[in-house]
T-cell receptor, first 113, second 113 residues
């Protein structure tokens, strides 16, 4: 079974630009979560989508947004990029099993110059 | 504030020995517990999940859960250089979605030849 896929894998942007990252979950998974990982802050939860609805959102500014499509694929968007947005953005998918089991994609490494 | 605590390390273990990684959590009602392995520059990989008190073994890995003492540990037997990575402990504070999961900051494990 194919794992979680994320595109693009690497991205370089400049301050003020916007970026869209894509995530395709494991087949059958309807829950998709996004995380930001930086050396100093560790894994920070951004948001979770389930059945095209945002179920929870972490403590990030409104510049960070996302959506989920009917096929469970998800995108996240960051507008007006700041230097501090440089990070590894991880997508994780899982079943709606209540346990919270989730599998991570390879991540998108974003560098903001 | 619900917390998951891990010793940041680095934990240095000789090749062939048992590596013991520990994690404590604050929410007594926590239901599910996960260990992820993350190599430098890569995404987290789920290696163990445990839901009930006691031990769960998978190959060289054993997860141990003690809900009364609020700790979960990961033992790696016959440690190999390829086990050198950061190990993230994750706790679901309830029978709920993945968005509630709390990640520890990780323990860096180094296996010395």
């Amino acid at each position: 079974k194919a794992g979680v896929t994320q595109t693009p894998r690497y991205l370089i942007k400049t301050r003020g630009q916007q970026v869209t990252l894509s995530c395709s979950p494991i087949s059958g998974h309807r829950s998709v979560s996004w995380y930001q990982q930086t050396p100093g802050q560790g894994l920070q939860f951004l948001f979770e989508y389930f059945s095209e609805t945002q179920r929870n959102k972490g403590n990030f500014p409104g510049r960070f947004s996302g959506r989920q499509f009917s096929n469970s694929r998800s995108e996240m968007n960051v507008s007006t990029l700041e230097l501090g947005d440089s990070a590894l953005y991880l997508c994780a998918s899982g079943w709606e099993d209540g346990w919270g089991t989730q599998y991570f994609g390879p991540g998108t490494r974003l560098l903001v110059l | 504030q619900k917390e998951v605590e891990q010793n940041s390390g680095p934990l240095s273990v000789p090749e062939g020995a048992i590596a013991s990684l520990n994690c404590t959590y604050s929410d007594r009602g926590s239901q599910s517990f996960f260990w992820y392995r993350q190599y430098s520059g890569k995404s987290p990989e789920l290696i163990m999940s445990i839901y009930s008190n006691g031990d769960k073994e998978d190959g060289r890995f054993t997860a141990q859960l003690n809900k009364a003492s609020q700790y979960v540990s990961l033992l790696i037997r016959d440690s190999q250089p390829s086990d050198s990575a950061t190990y993230l402990c994750a706790v679901n504070p309830g029978y709920s979605s993945a968005s509630k999961i709390i990640f520890g900051s990780g323990t860096r494990l180094s296996i010395r030849p």
